[in-house]
Every structure is written in structure tokens, then in C-alpha cells.
């Protein structure tokens, strides 16, 4: 059985970048009704499946039957998208960035600012929901983004170490639809450390 990942903060913590309210209703409903629905596809899909990791699960989409796949993505998706998404934030966020995960910005962005740019730009021009993403493939960085609750696992395009949910419920009691206000807000919240744990890891 898949469990809801607790915050490892208050949900006001995250505040003014993302409002206590917000961050109630996203893990406590939207997550948790991710989570339930995944228990119930992966247990009518039956076989091995429910004992595979979140991970594992994203990258084997094509051995979940056909009948539930479609649940499984979505909600498998859901599922593994929150539990980064939460994990790569913190409290006043931080700065601690790896020299490796610095060198490696460097390398395929030319700087931060560069990074911010591209993945900002992929994060706003993601038509209806979605998600922008940091990965790691074959030991470089690339931004990409992916719409609804599909991840980089799926398609094989990389490991995700940094995610940025713009569904409208991630943001739209506070920043309505401005949406790029909300994307310069969160990077004050970013948690750089695990970033670069996800990166080290990844590669």
C-alpha cells in the first residue's frame, strides 16, 4: 500500500511563496486522493505490481494492464510528483548547492540565472496543467515539462531531481491566474541541498 508522505515542514512554512491554505488543501486532498485512487487500481490490476516502489512503478507503466493504466499514470503519477515536489522545498528555502550540481548548471546552462530562465519558461508555456522539470540524463541537466501527472520516468527522458507543479490548484488561491508571479515566488523556497542530494544520486 502507497501511504501520504507527511510535510516535512508546517504548512505555513512555505509562506509568502505559497500560502498555508494552499499547501492544506494540495497535500491533505489533491495528494491523498491520489494516493487512494492508486491503492485501487494498482489492487484491481492485481500481481506484483503493488510491491514495486513509486519509482519503479512510473518507469514499468507498460506491465500495468490495460484496463487500469490509465489510473495508474495518473495517479502513480500524482503520487510521485507530489512526494518530490514537497521534499524540494523548505523554509526560507536553501542555498547549500553542491559544487558538482553548481558545475554541472554551469556546464549546461551557463549560470543559474540561465537555468531559472529555461526552466521558468517551460514551467509558463506548459499549456493547461502540467509540470516543469530539472533531469538528469545520461550525467547532464535539461529542463523539460510534462503535461497533466506524467513525469520524465515514464518516457525514459530522465531522472527528475527538481519539479514544479502548475496545476491551477498548486497556486490559483493566491496568485489566480499569474501563473509566472507564482514560478518567480517559489524559487525563494527552493531546497538546493536536496536538489543536489537528487542530483548526486541521480548520477
Not at 535539461?142 to 498548486?170: F, K, R, Y
Amino acid at each position: 500500500m502507497h501511504t501520504l508522505p507527511d510535510l516535512p515542514y508546517d504548512f505555513s512554512a512555505l509562506e509568502p511563496s505559497i500560502d498555508a491554505r494552499t499547501m492544506e488543501i494540495h497535500h491533505g486532498k489533491h495528494h491523498n486522493a491520489y494516493v487512494t485512487k492508486l491503492n485501487e487500481a494498482l489492487d484491481a490490476a492485481g500481481g506484483d505490481l503493488g510491491s514495486l516502489d513509486i519509482t519503479a512503478l512510473c518507469k514499468r507503466l507498460d506491465s500495468v494492464p490495460e484496463a487500469q493504466r490509465g489510473a495508474v499514470r495518473n495517479n502513480g503519477g500524482g503520487h510521485f510528483n507530489h512526494s518530490l515536489f514537497w521534499s524540494v522545498m523548505s523554509h526560507g528555502g536553501n542555498t547549500e548547492l553542491s559544487a558538482d550540481l553548481k558545475a554541472a548548471i554551469d556546464s549546461a546552462f551557463g549560470g543559474m540565472d540561465s537555468l531559472r530562465e529555461k526552466f521558468g519558461t517551460a514551467a509558463a508555456t506548459r499549456f493547461g496543467s502540467g509540470w516543469g522539470w530539472l533531469v538528469v540524463k545520461d550525467g547532464k541537466l535539461a529542463v523539460t515539462s510534462t503535461p497533466n501527472q506524467d513525469n520524465p520516468l515514464m518516457d525514459g527522458s530522465g531522472t527528475p531531481i527538481l519539479g514544479l507543479d502548475v496545476w491551477e490548484h498548486a497556486y490559483y488561491l493566491h496568485y489566480q491566474n499569474r501563473r509566472p508571479d507564482y514560478i518567480k515566488a517559489w524559487w525563494d523556497v527552493v531546497n538546493w541541498k536536496e536538489v543536489s542530494r537528487r542530483f548526486s544520486e541521480a548520477r
